[in-house]
């Protein structure tokens, strides 16, 4: 059974340039979430998506869109990027999105702003 | 709206004593509370969950938390460190609204010899 995998592992970017990070998610889980974790900080929700659909957004501008695929991978794509927004992005997959589902995180995407 | 408190962001501890990871949280409706544990580099690995049932659950590599509602606490504990627990673990909190994670800031583990 394969894990959750991201891709790339890191990432530099400029300030102003847009960014696409990749997530697939374990066999069989059609859910996928993504956070955001600054340095030092706990994770944050980004959002959340279920059968290809947007199932949640957490407190983050509309720059940060997302896509989910027919295979239940998924993109997060950031534009108009800021120096705030370097950070690890983890993804998470899910079997589905019901309370207390074990949530099976990826190694993260460091993306750095300079 | 649903937030967690983790107290001390960093704990020191000598190897075989015992470990004691703080979490507080806040929810209006009935939680469902995680404890994650980050290694160096690495993403989240669930240590334990109480959903629902017994308050105390017992999780991997010997951690178990239990769940008090009266103080709205969900600490995490081990008898025993080993200098392997070395490491960042985060407490996390959802609701019935589904499987987003609110995450604490996080306690960095340290195991001294």
């Known amino acids: 059974e394969t894990g959750v995998t991201q891709s790339p592992t890191h990432l530099i970017k400029t300030r102003g340039q847009q960014v696409t990070l990749r997530c697939s998610s374990q066999?069989?889980?059609?859910?996928v979430s993504w956070y955001q974790q600054a340095l030092g900080q706990g994770p944050q929700f980004i959002f959340q998506?279920?059968?290809?659909?947007?199932?949640g957004r957490g407190n983050f501008p509309p720059r940060f869109s997302g896509l989910q695929f027919p295979n239940y991978s998924s993109e997060l794509n950031v534009n108009a990027l800021e120096l705030d927004d370097s950070a690890l992005y983890l993804c998470?997959?899910?079997?589905?999105?019901?309370?207390?589902?074990?949530?099976?995180f990826g190694p993260g995407t460091r993306l750095t702003v300079t | 709206a649903q937030s967690v408190t983790q107290l001390g962001s960093h704990v020191s501890v000598s190897e075989g004593a015992l470990v004691l990871l703080r979490c507080n949280y806040s929810?209006?409706?009935?939680?469902?509370l995680f404890w994650y544990v980050q290694y160096p580099n690495q993403g989240l690995q669930l240590l334990l969950k109480?959903?629902?049932?017994?308050?105390l659950v017992k999780g991997i590599n010997g951690f178990e938390a239990e769940f008090k509602k009266s103080e709205t606490s969900f600490h995490l504990t081990k008898p025993s460190a080993h200098m392997s627990d070395a490491a960042e673990y985060f407490c996390?909190?959802?609701?019935?609204?589904?499987?987003?994670?609110?995450f604490g800031g996080g306690t960095r583990l340290m195991v001294k010899p």
């Open positions: 998470a997959s899910s079997l589905n999105p019901g309370v207390g589902g074990e949530q099976y």
């Open positions: 066999s069989g889980h059609n859910t």
């Open positions: 998506y279920y059968r290809e659909e947007e199932n």
């Open positions: 929810s209006s409706v009935p939680p469902y």
């Open positions: 109480y959903t629902t049932g017994a308050t």
């Open positions: 996390a909190v959802t609701t019935n609204a589904g499987n987003m994670l609110t």
